[in-house]
Structures are given as C-alpha cells and as structure tokens.
C-alpha cells in the first residue's frame, strides 16, 4: 500500500541553523500538507500547498518556514534560522484532493530537536 | 476561538471489552469530523470521516457518531485489542471554498489495553 515518507526520522541542529525536512508524498496526491506536534501536546496544523502554491497556512507558519516542492516527488519543509521552541515531531500528510470527505495520510514524521 | 475538547484523557480498559470516548467541539461553520489513531511516535492514521449530514460511521470494530445539533461525537470500541492501544484524535475540519485541507486537532484520549 503507498505510504508518506520522511525523511530524517530525527535531526538534531543547533539553535540558529537551517533545517529541511523532506516528504515523498504518495505519488497520485495532488495536496501537500505540514502539521507539527511539540510532546505532550496536539497535532497542529502548519501549511497547505498545492499547484506549486501555498493554500493556507496558520499563524505558526512565519517567515521562518517555508516549503518547496523541488521536483515531482519531494516536497520539503525549511526553517531558517531555528530556535528552542521549534523542537517538535513533524508530520508531513497528503491527500488525492482536498474535498469534504478526502483522507490525509500522514507520514511517520520527523523528530526535530533544537539545542 | 474553536475548540475540539476530548474526554477522557487517558482510559485503561481489559482486552476484550468495549470503550466510548468523547468529543465535543464548538468550531463553527463545520465541515466534517475525523477521528484518527495515533501510535506513540507514528503519524495519526484516519479511522473514519463524518460530513455534517452523517449520524454513524463504521470502519471495522470502531463507530463514530456525530450529533451536530449538539455538537458532539463518539468513537466506540468493540471488543478491544492490544494493538488498539494509542491515542485517538477527535479533528474538526472548517469548510472552505477552495481547500478542505486545514484539520484541527483535539489533544486526543490515551487508551491502554491491557490483557
């Protein structure tokens, strides 16, 4: 059965450094999706794109983040410059469309820990 | 601001057993409800999808049902199993006129099966 992946499964950095995250979505998904999850607390979302453009994106998603999708299968999430409270498990999802009854499926997501 | 309130926020019940977890919410306009299973360090993976119109949805041995007059939902669980235990996420969907794509999470209720 396809399935989202990621890449790395964990990153460490140090305060300050650039990261990006990388998603294959699933190959027939037209819709690209970030959320994040800080321990202990709920999923939130992040950013939609799609057509090589951001759909929405929430008030966490500053100019701190941005996504790309590079090339026909990876679609990356970027953070400039990180900070402490960036420490979170990232999960990219997809989806065929984005209609009312259309399933995300979601990647097993990356474990990012800022120092 | 919109919630999505789960109860309880954890459960331990015996292999074999039945349980019912709770979730109301008050966003608004309303789409569709989700509830989603997360294992600890997995990404949520969907269960069922409910639009406004629907009262139950099956998917196996779990049923939602949804009152959107009153604006609370349930998940039920037959016949629990071991592989059941993980966290089970209420998510709230606002309708929008070109993405349907922004899930809003509740913080989701622990169920430990225990033999």
């Known amino acids: 059965e396809p399935e989202v992946t990621q890449t790395p499964s964990h990153q460490v950095t140090q305060m300050g450094q650039e990261v990006i995250l990388r998603c294959v979505p699933i190959?027939?998904?037209?819709?690209f999706y970030w959320y994040r999850q800080i321990l202990g607390q709920k999923v939130e979302f992040l950013v939609s794109?799609?057509?090589?453009?951001?759909?929405?994106k929430s008030e966490i998603f500053d100019d701190q983040f941005s996504v790309e999708r590079p090339d026909g299968s990876n679609f990356t999430l970027k953070i400039r410059s990180t900070k402490l409270e960036d420490s979170a498990m990232y999960f990219c999802?997809?989806?065929?469309?984005?209609?009312?009854?259309?399933?995300?499926?979601f990647g097993p997501g990356t474990r990012l820990t800022v120092l | 601001k919109n919630q999505v309130e789960q109860s309880p926020q954890s459960l331990i019940i015996l292999e074999g057993k039945n349980c019912t977890l709770q979730?109301?919410?008050?966003?608004?306009?309303?789409?569709?409800l989700r509830w989603y299973k997360q294992d600890t360090g997995r990404g949520p993976v969907s269960l069922t999808i409910?639009?406004?119109?629907?009262n139950t949805k099956s998917n196996g041995r779990y049923t939602a049902t949804l009152d959107a007059d009153t604006k609370q939902s349930s998940l039920h669980i037959t016949a629990s199993q071991l592989s059941d235990s993980a966290s089970y996420i209420c998510?709230?969907?606002?309708?929008?006129?070109?993405?349907?794509?922004?899930?809003?999470f509740g913080a989701g209720t622990q169920v430990v099966v225990t033999p």
């Open positions: 999802a997809s989806s065929e469309r984005a209609r009312r009854q259309d399933t995300q499926y």
């Open positions: 190959s027939n998904h037209l819709y």
């Open positions: 794109f799609y057509n090589n453009e951001i759909s929405e």
């Open positions: 979730c109301n919410y008050t966003v608004s306009p309303f789409s569709n």
């Open positions: 409910m639009t406004f119109s629907e």
């Open positions: 998510v709230v969907t606002r309708p929008r006129t070109d993405s349907w794509g922004k899930l809003q």
